[in-house]
């Protein structure tokens, strides 16, 4: 048997090998004719798990919704903003306060504390048809002071403000007091002490009007 025929014999043996245990074999068979190698691929080629790519997770960043905040939305008395308030209704010449009202802390127990701060007897509110009547009450305890303060964009114009008082005996008094003044952002607050100290408040008439898009409250100590 000459070379050529035994390195034939070899290479069909080795093939049927390969189908009788069902082998894969990568790489190239190299077949020598005539003193030169020749490379040629395999037919099959299968690829081992040492051969693919160790999996890399991709990780992605979650997607953050920030809340959006209404910059129109009043942010107290130097504010630029849209009031509408609507917690009053007309009568023949004023305009009547409906809103909440807020007790004193004297009427708690805590009489004629001295070192209480401000705080806000009323909620937004505007004049309309000349002046606000507010109903207060001597349920909601003792007052010293009242603030008006301005909010919104617009202005507050404030004539005269009357404070109808109840002393320590139920006697009813009226506390005028002339203002023509303005309160707006850069003139926000506008304060009045009390006559007698610490006293109870029956009502309040503010004369005046209040500008659209504005509005102002009452504060008291």
């Known amino acids: 048997m000459n070379l050529k025929a035994l390195i034939t014999t070899l290479v069909l043996g080795s093939s049927s090998m390969a189908s009788a245990d069902s082998a894969t074999f990568s790489g190239s068979v190299e077949v020598s004719l005539g003193g030169h190698a020749q490379t040629q691929p395999s037919p099959h080629h299968h690829y081992c798990s ?31 903003a849209y009031y509408n308030p609507q917690n009053t209704y007309l009568s023949t010449n004023k305009s009547v306060y409906t809103g909440w009202i807020a007790t004193s802390p004297s009427a708690y127990g805590s009489v004629r504390v001295s070192n209480r701060g401000w705080f806000d007897l009323t909620a937004p509110t505007r004049i309309d048809a000349g ?32 404070i109808h008082l109840i002393d320590a005996n139920g006697n009813k008094r009226a506390q005028v007091v002339q203002l023509n003044a303005t ?38 100590m």
């Open 183 to 220: 309160i707006d952002r850069f003139n926000p607050t506008l304060t009045i002490d009390l006559d007698g100290g610490f006293v109870a408040i029956d009502k309040i008439l503010v004369a005046g009007s209040t500008d659209r898009g504005a509005a102002f409250k009452l504060r008291a």
């Open 131 to 162: 002046r606000e009547d507010f109903q207060i009450g001597a349920n909601k305890g003792l007052f010293r002071a009242l603030e008006l303060q301005a909010l919104g964009a617009g202005a507050s114009h404030i004539q005269w403000v009357s």
């Open 50 to 80: 040492h051969d693919r790519r160790p999996y890399r997770p991709v990780f992605t960043r979650p997607v953050v919704t920030r809340p959006v905040f209404d910059r129109r939305v009043p942010q107290g008395p130097v504010a630029v």
